[in-house]
């Protein structure tokens, strides 16, 4: 099982940018995903964005599109999602995932992803 530590959250205001940062135990090395979700208290946990390990194909969240931008490197151990024009409705623990299968279409739902960071969380005051 690989380890994951998410960090760079806080609080910020409406507008601000944050940029979040996934460390794992190991070098990612493909096949498979590499995701962002978050959830709020009293929701369910939800895509933000995902990236595959092998070629960096993207998709987003319809919430996020436009706004976040994920990344990784690779080769390494890193992952991050930068956070643009942050809103209230932002407001959540984010949390990095990995999913360790060669997919045609990027995983959406946390149940497809094996490992888990502990979450860091964002707080967009208004």
């Known amino acids: 099982q690989v380890r994951l530590v998410e960090s760079g959250g806080g609080l910020v205001q409406v507008g601000d940018s944050l940029r979040l940062s996934c460390r794992a135990s190991v070098h990612i090395v493909g096949p498979g995903t590499m995701a962002w979700f978050r959830q709020s208290p009293g929701k369910e946990r939800a895509f933000v964005a995902g990236?595959?390990?092998?070629?960096?194909?993207?998709t987003y969240a319809d919430a996020v599109r436009g706004r976040f931008t994920i990344s990784r490197d690779n080769p390494g151990n890193m992952g991050y999602l930068q956070l643009n024009s942050l809103r209230p409705g932002d407001t959540a623990v984010y949390y990095c995932a990995l999913n360790w299968k060669l997919v045609v279409t990027i995983p959406t739902q946390p149940n497809e992803y094996v490992d888990w960071g502990q979450g860091t969380r964002v707080t967009v005051s208004s």
């Open positions: 990236i595959t390990l092998n070629g960096g194909r993207t």
